[in-house]
């Protein structure tokens, strides 16, 4: 794809999406953010960053009428999408986005999914995975090309939401098979690796996976206590099966799957079933991810 072809992020005041943003501008790409009315400052500042490097704004919400979002599209050749949040963004905020893509002539369309293999988890797996297996649904047999990016799970999220790795008391506690390797990428690697993707002629639809390092959770404590210089309980609670049970006990209990879907994401990733068969980071050699234990050196608390 050339560079001069025009790429819409919607997302782009959020964590992945504002760095894909900046990714794109990098490799000298023409990018527009769609972006809703009434953004904070914080936000607002942010984006006049990536504005004084040649941003173009335009408003809108992926729920927007077709048309109007059409609209904010044209000529447009990839749409990313980084947004976040529940069905009515990720299912049907998605396919809306994608159907105004479509009479827009857009050529490919990135969806948000940004994780551990979703083609390998089966429905009721993962809540939030659900959603973007739903959306691919919805997707199929568009003209427009639809590329999925995943990266495994991000570094910032194995060392705080997971609640793997604990500072203060210095635990490292994990359910599953410690051997089994996972893919982990930061957040910066992950906006490099879906740039190189999205601006690559030689990619239409289908997956690519990409991960910052495969390690296993005896490799990742490992890793933590290099980087920290500290020594931290390795604890082990239980197999994949139990922890599938403990799941379930606490989906029982709430009606929140926020309260359980850190476990959830564990239960992908320690019992191998969302691991990637293949990666595809050698597509783009000139991509050099940051390790775990040089990301736990530069991010963990204290550091
Ligand atoms: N693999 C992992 O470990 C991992 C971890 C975290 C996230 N992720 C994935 O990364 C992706 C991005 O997540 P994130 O953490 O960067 O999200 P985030 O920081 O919460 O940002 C979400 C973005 O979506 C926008 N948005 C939400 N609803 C919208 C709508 N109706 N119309 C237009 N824009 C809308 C928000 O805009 P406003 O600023 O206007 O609210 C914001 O820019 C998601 O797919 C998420 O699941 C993966």
Redesign the pocket.
Known sequence: MATDAKILV????????SQIAANLLDRGASVRA???PG?DAE?KAALSALEARGLELVE????DDVDKLAGALKGVETVVS????GPE?IVD?QENLLRAAEKAGVSRFVP?????DIFKLDYTDNF?IDMRKKAAERFAGSPVSVLSVL????ME?MITFMQIVDFEKNTFSHWGDPDQPMDLTSVKDTAAFTAAAVLDPALAGGAVRFSGEVLSMRQFHAAVERATGRTLEFRTLGTGAELRAEIERQAAQTQNPFDYVALQ?QWGMVTGKAKFDSLDNDRYPEIAPTSVEEFVRQNAPGA
């Open positions: 919607a997302g782009a005041t959020g964590l992945l999406g769609l972006v809703r953004i936000k809108g919400d992926i729920t980084a947004v976040q949040g963004v905020g948000s999914d940004f994780a551990i939030m990266n495994g799970a991000f999220v994401y």
